[in-house]
């Protein structure tokens, strides 16, 4: 196995807008001596860094694979443009973040399917990757392709390209997939044995070997043994940059388009013993500084009210803040104190979703809990906490869907941002954002049309006519891309070769609107003579055979069917968590304490909700709360200035990402940081000068206030333990609470600067590495330097910030210079483009690239003063 990662970092890294995306080395990032593991595994995910690292499925298999010594699991997710172009030319294939080894090198390469959209971004990985993209042109030694999350519950359009899909819950299933390969690689068997194999187990699906048997969907009820302390953490901001924590799988509202509803049912809930524990294993092994309850109702946890005050004891002296994401209405007025509560350290914001704009239409989708009196209460109680902003979520097209449900959305926007704006006292943003209503499988809206694009448009148009005269924001999905998901939604294998033909025609990235490309999926429909609206916008029969006819997800169809009647009627259903079974199937589990003894979990120690409903998938009773514990003074105590290097493959960090680092490293490390104060409290943590991006720190410099004292050593010691080599304390002492700050003190910085010359001729290597070519460019009395400020590139002279520049002696077959620039008030200029800006003169204005070698580094910082 070859690794690419040094290519990577020398080749792409200095080219791209985020190298970030593709550093890896995060803390807790797991790497393994890939000669040892019998069974690799590529854990993939087909869109960017930081949505794929926002997705906490992927986290867990990560944990659970790399548990097993005999298994190794890599992370891979889909390059950028910019990076995918360099890729390209410089032939490197598709790498994991861990080894940059290829994704062809591994046994298995599991694709989570989160959105119908990512369908072209797969082919586009494998095909960066050097893997056949159809599973019957693969042959022995080449990976097999595995699939796994919602959208594989319909796997039809794109099961030719794809040897095994994994339905359900993976926990316990990928570990019997990766058995399999160990038992099939000592047999020495062909890949069709394996595939055989695989569609043994439950929960699995291998299109080639299907005869029309069900595949029973796999359902994991015992979710513990995960350590949440353990998952990496990114450098870069990401999607959802924050600990999550899993409380509940499965939701039992039964909103009639809710997909997940149906798909992750039974409903499992954790105790509140368990949540607290998962949460400090959180904070101490990540160092986040927020935390988010995860589940698909956070209002349905049965400990939510007892456990949010505890919590947030805690969490308060770190300023660590809460969220609650998918809160509904009336959670918020049943338990105004978790509002409160959570408001505590900072005031993460809510979304209210009432899908529907009115109580008929709230019926229709079964979502008639949300009166709009609750709506008009929550927002008030919003305001009131001091929450300064809501957002509304709605849909639009729904089934039934007449223009009085449009005017009452509207209606209930514009007074609830009455009633909120009169209770605040600074001002309220109200913010309504729509989405396309597409039917999903599995739903019992599954057999309804999606409503023309054109409609679809009038309608954003009305509400962002009336919504702005509301002076209420409005946010919407693009029709395109909604009608697009719906038709691979309710697909069938047919539409496998327009998937392709996207892909040949550029297709990548459709769920990002700036990369949506309509019209060249409309020709690849008409190429391949497929009709997309016959498949987004025909009602079915109920009657009617469906693509996904043979996947049992333990909701018969006959229960789908009677609610899709009952949505017509106009007629609810109660949610079986607190109201009698609803008979959706047998994933029900009437026989639960029969099994759960099975299965080894201790009846006892459970305590069953609703009597009448033996369906009730029981939860932990919450344990005694702990005395609240002492709130540590927010006063600084002590001021500790400390230097820090960044240096290898780290020199691509940003300094907010630097930041964000040191500031984690130094949670994690249990270090009494002090915080600002008011609406936002950040550890007060600040930098000597940023430093750009590519550019190494070899004596960087920081403040930290303490709200208790400690010594600098000791500080610099806890602090390492919790960093990379190349991003490290050097130093540490300490400084007078009243130091002046450091920023305003530095008057110049000293780079040390160096570039390869392989493969220049005689005569270019001595025009670059003469002493004089400094001297001379110096001379002039202007340096014109291209830079970009607020993604414009302008003009600046160069030349008054410029202290020195001079050649030193060659290194090898490297030049070098030394390099002074002032800083302060009076501008800057990346030394890069200054470096650069020299070449190119040298080299007669033909760079060819040569500036991307460049390798930088800030050697010291100048202050007046005394550090």
């Keep these: 196995m070859q690794s690419y990662r040094q290519a990577i970092v020398e080749e792409v890294l200095p080219q791209v807008s985020k190298p970030s995306r593709y550093i890896g080395m995060e803390w807790n990032a797991i790497k393994k001596d890939p000669s040892v593991a019998k069974v690799k595994v590529g854990l993939a995910f087909p869109d960017t860094y930081e949505i794929g690292m926002s997705h906490l499925g992927l986290k867990i298999l990560y944990q659970i694979l790399n548990r097993r010594p005999e298994f190794l699991a890599e992370r891979a997710y889909a390059p950028w443009v910019d990076a995918e172009q360099l890729l390209r030319e410089r032939r490197i294939p598709l790498c994991t973040m861990e080894s940059g080894y290829s994704l062809a090198d591994f ?49 039809e359009p794109i099961a030719e390209f794809i040897d095994l899909f994994l339905l359900g819950d993976a926990e316990e299933a990928i570990l019997e997939i990766c058995d399999s390969v160990l038992r099939w690689k000592a047999s020495g068997g062909r890949r069709e044995a394996l595939l055989e194999a695989w569609s043994k187990i439950q929960g699995c699906y291998v299109p080639a070997l299907h005869r029309g ?228 499988p599995h739903t019992p809206f599954q057999w309804f049309a999606m409503e023309p694009m054109e409609l679809l448009k009038e309608k954003q148009h009305y509400l962002k006519r009336k919504l702005r005269e509301a002076n209420v924001s409005y946010k919407w999905h693009d029709v395109e891309s909604s009608f697009l998901e719906s038709v691979f939604s309710l697909g069938d294998r047919s539409l496998g070769k327009v998937i ?178 008011g609406y936002n409290p950040q ?29 600098p050593e000791e500080l610099m010691t806890r602090v390492n333990r919790h960093l990379a080599p190349e991003l490290r304390l050097l130093r540490a002492w300490e400084v007078p609470l009243t130091a002046p700050s450091l920023t305003p003190s530095v008057r110049e910085a000293a780079y040390h600067v160096s570039l390869p010359f392989n493969g220049w001729g005689p005569e270019t290597r001595a025009r670059v590495g003469s002493p004089m070519l400094c001297d001379e460019w110096l001379s002039r009395s202007s340096i014109p330097v291209s830079v970009q400020r607020k993604e414009k590139i302008v003009e600046v002279d160069a030349r008054p910030l410029i202290i020195e520049l001079r050649t030193l002696p060659q290194e090898g077959d490297t030049f070098r210079w030394s390099l002074r620039l002032k800083t302060g008030q009076g501008g800057s200029v990346r030394p890069q483009a200054i470096m650069a800006c020299l070449l190119k003169d040298a080299l007669n204005g033909q760079l060819d690239g040569w500036e991307t070698k460049l390798r930088v580094a800030r050697t010291a910082l100048v202050l007046d003063g005394v550090l």
Excluded at 139 to 155: L, Q
Excluded at 637 to 646: C, D, H, L, S
Excluded at 698 to 705: C, G, K, N, P, S
Aim: hydrophobic share 40%; glycine share 8%.
């Design 107 to 155: 046994d298995l390469i599991g694709f989570t399917l989160q959105y119908e959209l990512s369908y072209t971004t797969i082919l586009n990985m494998l095909d960066l990757a050097g893997i056949p993209l159809r599973s019957e042109e693969r042959r022995d030694g080449d990976p097999f392709v595995i699939a796994g999350g919602p959208v594989a519950f319909n796997p």
């Design 213 to 440: 048997e069900t595949i029973r969907k796999r359902t994991a009820i015992r979710l513990d043994g995960i350590d949440y302390g353990a998952f990496p953490v990114p450098f870069m901001e990401i999607v959802h940059d924050r600990a999550n924590i899993e409380v509940m799988r499965g939701c039992t509202q039964g909103c009639r388009f809710c997909q997940a509803g149906y798909l992750y049912r039974p409903l499992r809930e954790r105790s509140a013993e368990e949540i607290m524990q998962m949460t400090r294993q959180a904070i101490r092994g990540t160092g986040y500084e927020e935390v988010s309850l995860a589940s698909l109702s956070i209002a349905d946890l049965t400990v939510l009210p007892d456990l949010v005050p505890p919590m947030m004891d805690e969490l308060l002296p770190e300023k660590i803040s809460l969220s609650l994401p998918s809160l509904r209405v009336e959670a918020l007025n049943r338990f105004p104190q978790v509002a409160d509560e959570i408001g505590r350290v900072r005031k993460t914001g809510f979304t209210i979703a009432p899908e529907a704009g009115s109580k008929r239409l709230r019926k229709v989708i079964n979502k008639e809990g949300f009166d709009e009196e609750q709506i008009f209460t929550a927002v008030r109680n919003a305001a009131r906490s001091g929450w300064e902003a809501v957002k509304f979520y709605f849909m639009i097209g729904l089934p039934t869907e007449t223009q009085e449900d449009l005017d009452e959305m509207v209606r209930v926007a514009r007074e609830s941002a009455r009633i909120a704006r009169a209770e605040s006292a600074r001002g309220f943003g109200l913010t309504v954002s729509t989405s396309s209503f597409v039917p999903k």
């Design 500 to 677: 392709h033909r996207g892909y040949e025609l550029g297709c990548r990235f459709d769920g990002w609107s700036e990369h949506l490309k309509f019209d060249r999926w409309m020709r690849a429909f008409s190429e391949t003579g497929i009709d997309p609206g016959a498949i987004a916008h025909r009602v079915r029969g109920l009657d009617e055979p469906l693509p996904w006819d043979h996947i049992d997800i333990g909701v018969s169809k006959k229960f789908l069917q009677r609610e899709y009647k009952k949505a017509l009627e106009v007629r609810g259903t109660p949610d079986c968590h607190v109201a009698p079974c609803s008979a959706c199937g047998e994933i029900c589990l009437p026989n639960w304490p029969t099994w759960a003894e099975k299965v080894g979990i201790k009846v006892s120690s459970f305590e069953f909700g609703v009597s009448s409903s033996k369906c009730q998938v029981p939860s932990l009773k919450p344990e005694t709360r702990n005395p609240k514990p002492e709130t540590r003074s927010d006063a600084p105590a002590q001021r500790i200035r400390f230097v820090f290097q960044k240096t290898g493959d780290l020199r691509f960090l940003s300094h907010l990402e630097v930041m964000k680092a040191l500031s984690r490293a130094l949670r994690r490390a249990q270090i009494p940081m002090a915080y600002s104060q």
């Design 683 to 711: 550890p007060k943590l600040s930098f000597a000068l940023a430093l750009p991006v590519g550019v190494e720190g070899w004596q960087e410099l920081a403040d930290i206030e303490l709200s208790a004292a400690m010594a």
